[in-house]
């Protein structure tokens, strides 16, 4: 962001129109390629910026006055609408390219199947985004959206100075991911059972087991770093080195958690489409499948670990304390 766009953007109520146009003009840009289907990014552009702009809604929901017809609700519908044909081709890419060319030839007659089946339910769901994209209610969502732009309605506290609220907008979202109880996920089993090595490691069989019971635990906690990483994005310009560094994490942790879920989703899938235990069935890609999930794992345990360390935690409250005030010198020309 230019200089001069932050002379100009000083308020509580400037930054949250600033933040809102730029995720809406991300979503309008992409939409035509999504509806032409030809590249699958354009899609995941589309998605990441309807996410950001309900990740910008609710963030600033305290200054801002909208129209009945932009509330949150109605801009998750598309957005989960876009991600439903978005993980179809996260799951197909992931079949045909990484995992397909790997296994045995037995297995991959199996794989064929699947991906016929997963091609037909793309089919189906991309008409489904291309009937939300072209409805009435999407239409007054943007009409809606455009016409708040050029003549913005807020709450009363539009005038504070952004820098001295900064911390009441973030603090809440950061309270409830320490909160959360997805951080205790393995840790029993951690004082409890004996570990590879002495490594602090637990056995990929102890994880199967943990997450077959915590995995929608694992799954709602990524879903909260998300939405801590989406808000934090927003406000970049206000901290430093340090406020990036927790952000970094913040997306390495969605990114590991997401792997998680990822192989999980996939076996699901697998198991439904061939009606059988893929254990049997494909025993090499379950294989695959449960080591994918233990390198993922190993990878979030280490961060499990840095955030339940108290210092830490108040060290990440502290910084989000004390925002930069001459945005001037930390501006990018």
């Not at 992931?94 to 339910?121: F, M, W």
């Not at 089993?189 to 002495?198: A, I, K, R, Y």
């Not at 994005?233 to 990114?255: C, H, P, R, V, W």
């Not at 499990?304 to 925002?323: A, C, G, V």
């Amino acid at each position: 962001m230019t200089t001069t766009t932050l002379d100009k953007v000083r308020t509580l109520g400037d930054w949250a129109a600033l933040g809102i146009q730029q995720h809406l003009e991300k979503v309008l840009q992409h939409e035509p390629e999504v509806l032409a289907d030809k590249d699958p990014e354009e899609l995941h552009q589309m998605r990441v910026g309807m996410r950001r702009l309900r990740s910008a809604i609710t963030g600033f929901a305290p200054v801002l006055d909208l129209p009945q017809g932009t509330q949150n609700k109605n801009i998750g519908k598309v957005s989960r609408c876009l991600g439903e044909l978005r993980d179809l081709d996260v799951l197909l890419e992931a079949i045909d390219q990484r995992y397909y060319p790997n296994l045995p030839s037995k297995e991959q007659k199996a794989i064929k199947q699947v991906l016929s089946e997963l091609n037909l339910q793309r089919q189906q769901t991309f008409k489904q985004v291309k009937k939300t994209l072209e409805s009435k209610k999407y239409r007054q969502l943007k009409q809606e959206l455009q016409q708040w732009l050029d003549s913005p309605c807020y709450t009363k506290i539009e005038q504070l100075p952004i820098e001295e609220v900064l911390p009441d907008l973030l603090l809440p979202q950061i309270s409830q991911l320490f909160l959360h109880p997805g951080w205790q996920v393995g840790i029993e089993q951690l004082q409890t059972e004996p570990t590879q090595n002495g490594s602090e490691q637990l056995s990929s069989e102890t994880v199967e087991q943990i997450l077959q019971v915590e995995g929608e635990t694992i799954h709602d906690l990524r879903k909260q770093v998300k939405r801590v990483r989406y808000l934090m994005n927003l406000f970049t310009d206000f901290y430093g080195a340090t406020y990036s560094a927790y952000l970094q994490d913040m997306k390495d942790i969605q990114e590991y958690l997401g792997d998680i879920q990822d192989s999980h989703v996939l076996e699901v899938v697998m198991t439904n489409v061939l009606e059988s235990d893929i254990k049997s069935v494909l025993p090499t890609f379950a294989q695959v499948l449960a080591q994918s999930r233990y390198k993922a794992w190993q990878k979030w345990q280490l961060f499990q670990r840095r955030y339940l360390n108290t210092e830490l935690r108040l060290n990440f409250r502290s910084t989000l304390l004390h925002p930069i005030v001459d945005l001037t010198l930390h501006s990018e020309e």
